[in-house]
């Protein structure tokens, strides 16, 4: 079992910056991929940025040169770092991992609580 706990989000004005991190817990599992999702009200839920399981990059067209994901390996933590930040970005921001149990070799994902980002002047 994997639990992820989201942190990094708030009210910021158009332009402005935040940095958002999920940290993976539990025991007896490997972590296949990770990335950042994003779901806004009467809106389906979009992929952001994620990480392959070889360590590439993946970025939604609108957040591209905007946004960047990074990781700390050593701590099971994922960040998202959001610059230059539109009204439109607002949503609520998923961690996802998708994570493979070595005790019994299960592959499933799992998401985190989500934290708000709210853009607005």
């Known amino acids: 079992q994997v639990q992820l706990v989201e942190s990094g989000g708030g009210l910021v004005q158009p332009g402005g910056s935040l940095r958002l991190s999920c940290a993976a817990s539990g025991s007896r599992f490997r972590i296949n991929a990770m990335g950042w999702y994003r779901q806004a009200p009467g809106k389906q839920r979009e992929m952001v940025a994620v990480?392959?399981?070889?360590?590439?990059?993946q970025y939604a067209d609108s957040v591209k040169g905007r946004f960047t994901i990074s990781r700390d390996n050593a701590k099971n933590t994922v960040f998202l770092q959001l610059n230059s930040l539109k009204p439109e970005d607002t949503a609520v921001y998923l961690c996802n991992v998708d994570v493979t149990n070595w005790g019994s070799s299960l592959r499933y994902s799992t998401w985190g609580q989500g934290t708000q980002v709210t853009v607005s002047s």
């Open positions: 990480f392959s399981s070889d360590g590439d990059t």
